[in-house]
């Protein structure tokens, strides 16, 4: 890797625990308002500190993020399709140049192994990692899972693997109760987990314990965070878990305890 490529990937993960938690904020790319995301830069700024990296689009990241933020950009450059349409009909919206005059620390897109443009978008994969290599610009494939595919360890393994063999930095994928421990080792890049659909504060704190307990280098959370019914209680929960250790029982008290703090702030205000 040269120096830039090097660099960036350290802004990314942390140095002491080598792990990272990314905060992904880009659901309105196809999916327009999001409950926890209609007004955008009340739900976003908050959780800013707390954050290693926040994966965004250029539109939000533009409207609605300060610049004077010292918390790297994560950068998606597919979509096309809303959730009305194909979602695997993805192609490459932001180039690489545009990444750069955004100062993102990275880039990512997703594939769609199994659905209907699975080729097009593995294609677009290879297309923008051979871009990105030119500028040591870090690259997240994230494995769209298709509406027929089961999360299993058989079907995140094949896709984890596909992007890491295209030239992937970093893989973006879900956690399996089952045999998740065998994704991480034939990924042969970093995975992080996705946060998927909005569950009980426990329960994802829960996923993300046993995500790191077998090998996941981190954590790229949306919905389960700024969905949550205290935002800021529950990024710090997180990261209690993928940097300090922290189990689900644990992270669980901090964030009750982070909750009560909060809701007693804004009585006193």
């Not at 830039?4 to 080598?18: E, V």
């Not at 938690?21 to 007004?39: E, N, R």
């Not at 089961?150 to 063999?165: F, H, K, Q, T, V």
Request: glycine share 8%; proline share 4%; net charge neutral.
């Amino acid at each position: 890797m040269d120096w830039g490529m090097k660099n960036r990937l350290a802004r990314i993960f942390n140095p002491k625990s080598g792990k990272t938690v990314m905060l992904a904020v880009d659901h309105g790319y196809f999916q327009g308002p999001t409950t926890g995301l209609k007004k955008p830069r009340e739900t976003i700024m908050p959780l800013l500190p707390y954050c290693d990296s926040l994966f965004v689009t250029r539109g939000i990241l533009r409207n609605c993020i300060s610049p004077n933020t010292n918390t790297p950009i994560f950068l998606r450059v597919s979509g096309g399709p809303s959730v009305l349409g194909e979602l695997s009909n993805e192609d490459i919206t932001t180039s690489m140049k545009e990444a750069l005059r955004l100062n993102a620390v990275g880039v990512g897109l997703s594939i769609f192994v199994g659905e209907k443009n699975e080729d097009r978008t593995i294609s677009n994969l290879g297309r923008v990692v051979n871009e990105a290599e030119e500028y040591g610009m870090p690259v997240l494939a994230i494995t769209a899972v298709g509406k027929e595919m089961a999360r299993d360890a058989r079907y995140l393994g094949l896709a984890s693997r596909i992007a890491a063999e295209m030239g992937a930095h970093m893989v973006k994928t879900y956690y399996c109760e089952e045999d998740f421990e065998k994704v991480v080792e034939g990924c042969l890049v970093p995975i992080v987990i996705a946060g998927g659909k909005k569950i009980p504060e426990k329960d994802a704190l829960q996923m993300a314990f046993n995500a790191i307990s077998k090998g996941a280098a981190g954590v790229d959370m949306g919905r389960n965070i700024f969905q949550s019914e205290s935002p800021v209680a529950m990024i710090q929960a997180i990261r209690a878990v993928v940097h300090e250790n922290y189990n689900a029982d644990e992270a669980f008290k901090l964030f009750n305890e982070l909750k009560e703090k909060t809701i007693i702030s804004s009585v006193v205000e």
